[in-house]
């Protein structure tokens, strides 16, 4: 017999041997609701909807969850959500501390930033405040014309003046509200800038 038919016998038998050898063993075993013990080569009925462990080759054991009622899916996807929120919440405070050590380099800038803002919205804060000094003389100076029209009609221009006058009276009252606001969330939010570039920039004892 030749080399090549000799090489070609032994890879055949080998195949054979490997296609003849049993696949690995494995057993399933879980606790019935009668707190018996169940065990199997296939999965045996009592253990599809209980917890079981799968033993293999070699001592390898697997445990496989029960599966979840609706109450615990709705448990854990709760959950889940809860930790997505928790790990955005945590980036989103990690981008907001970088940006503040990125714009500042101490908290004497934070202070100029804050005044600069806060005089943005004094300013318009004064606009406002004329205007609205200019529409409430606008109104007296339309009441006092209207004191002649106390017994007959009202000409339907000095109606669209007063009108207009009321209008522009409010919008001013709105804005200078607005603001005052302003004033208040700046000075809030930039206290608070700074007390956080302290934490961040401030070692702690011992360290």
Known sequence: MSNKRLAIGLAAAVLTAAFALPAAARTFCCTDK????????????????????????????????????????????????????AERIAAEQRRKDQALLNTYTGEREID???????????????????????????RQQLDKELEFYTKKPVPPDLKAQIKEAETEILAQQKLMEEKKKDVDATRAKFEEDKKRYRELTTKPAGR
């Open 34 to 85: 009668s707190g018996r013990k169940v065990c199997g080569d296939i999965l045996p009925e009592q253990c599809e909807d209980r917890a079981y462990k799968e033993f293999g080759d070699k001592g390898k054991i697997r445990n496989v969850e029960a599966p979840l009622t609706p109450e615990q899916k709705a448990q854990r996807e709760a959950e889940e959500a809860r930790k997505k929120e």
């Open 112 to 138: 100029i930033a804050r005044d600069r803002a806060i005089a943005d919205h004094e300013a318009l804060a004064k606009q406002a405040g004329e205007k609205y000094e200019r529409a409430v003389k606008r």
